[in-house]
């Protein structure tokens, strides 16, 4: 029931874009962890280890190697950032996937992120 209550309200998460197919997992910002002012859902390795775990993704793919990314709640400014590896922001129809399954409303800031590139995009800058 709690779960249908919240169906439809902005969500922050993380993501994976694996083989073409997005890995999403998200929570409302009532159910958000708070790094500092930031609202956050959980770390990316501790959840891949999780999708590895379940058979979602190969045991031996690492979760820094597939392009991946977060979106954040700044309650300071009470906006909402996507940061993401290169490879998923040229990819416009893959951005508006993540902004519609997080409902975020119009406008998210979105940028790409030093912390957020795969080994792909690391030899581009190389």
């Known amino acids: ?24 997992h998200s929570v409302v910002l ?3 962890e708070s790094w500092g002012r930031f609202l956050n859902a959980v770390g990316h390795e501790g959840y891949w ?5 379940t058979g979602a993704v190969p045991a ?7 392009p991946r990314g977060r979106v954040v709640y700044d ?3 009470a906006s909402y950032y996507l940061y ?11 951005v508006k996937a993540i ?11 979105i940028s790409p992120d030093p912390h957020y590139r795969c080994p792909n995009c690391q030899n581009l800058l190389a």
Do not use: T
Request: glycine share 6%; aromatic share 6%.
């Open 30 to 32: 009532s159910k958000a």
């Open 84 to 94: 993401a590896d290169r490879c998923i922001l040229a990819d416009q129809k893959m």
């Open 99 to 109: 902004l519609a399954q997080l409902h975020l409303p119009d406008h998210p800031q």
């Open 1 to 24: 029931m709690a779960e249908e209550q919240n169906q439809g309200l902005p969500r922050v998460g993380i993501f994976w874009l694996w083989q073409g197919r997005l890995i999403l």
């Open 49 to 53: 280890r999780h999708l590895q775990r």
């Open 75 to 77: 309650s300071g400014s």
């Open 60 to 66: 031996e793919v690492e979760y820094d190697s597939v």
